[in-house]
């Protein structure tokens, strides 16, 4: 699949912050999103060391079979900075994005979309780059408050900063922690919670996730 490659990447946190300003008006949440689909992507990355591995698995969105997977191995492209975290994992992930045949109807990213401090996590930024509707489900918070949600399946509660509504808290199984959903380009925070909710039949994680994840860490440890 074809993705929209920046002529360069930032070198420095000052070149990377002026990356997402550029790109930030670029993110599209004014409508709802597919209300269905067919396919959709989990994207993770596993660090080993200055090792990682980025997969991408595109599973059926009816059945959660796989469909096709694609994982890169590579170095951080970017030193940790708290806000531009993205920025250490994107060129690995793009490389594995273009190796597919598959154009998924739906990036499901470990990370944050919207709820981020500069509202451009990398939901939004991987959304930007594909022009495909993208999603973040963290498993932590990076800002914002909430109100604990209901123990039940599917209980949400708004996840909000600064008077602003950037995510949602959603229970996908009973009694379990929550996870935290943000909505990254062109897609709606309701649309994105049915979606995840229904992609997380029997674990705290969506399948996109957890098979993104399993495909990562085998590769990290082969020899």
């Known amino acids: 699949m074809d993705v929209r490659r920046p002529p360069t990447w930032p070198a420095t946190p000052q070149e990377a912050l002026a990356e997402q300003d550029r790109l930030r008006p670029l993110v599209d949440l004014a409508g709802p ?6 396919t959709a ?5 596993t660090y080993a060391g200055d090792r990682l591995a980025a997969a991408v698995v595109v599973l059926d969105a009816g059945t959660l079979d796989v469909i096709e997977e694609s994982v890169v191995e ?6 940790y900075v708290p806000g531009l975290f993205a920025f250490r994992e994107l060129p690995a992930l793009l490389d594995a994005l273009e190796a597919l045949t598959t154009v998924p109807d739906l990036l499901v990213c470990d ?5 981020h401090p500069r509202r451009f996590g990398l939901a939004c930024h991987l959304g930007v780059l594909t022009g495909l509707p993208a999603v973040g489900v963290a498993k932590t918070p990076l800002l914002g408050g909430y109100d ?3 123990p039940e399946r599917g209980a949400a509660s708004p996840l909000r900063d600064g008077g602003e509504t950037v995510g949602t808290v959603l229970r996908t ?3 379990v922690k929550p996870v935290y959903v943000s909505a990254g380009h062109r897609i709606d925070l309701p649309t994105a919670r049915r979606h995840v909710l229904a992609l997380s039949p029997r674990y705290r994680l969506p399948e996109t996730t957890r098979r993104a994840d399993h495909l990562s860490r085998q590769v990290l440890r082969a020899p």
Request: net charge negative.
């Open 74 to 79: 590579g170095v951080p492209a970017f030193p």
């Open 111 to 115: 990370g944050h979309g919207l709820a």
């Open 173 to 175: 199984q009973a009694g």
């Open 41 to 45: 992507a989990g994207l993770d990355v």
């Open 33 to 38: 999103g597919p209300q269905t689909i067919a």
């Open 148 to 150: 604990e949600p209901g």
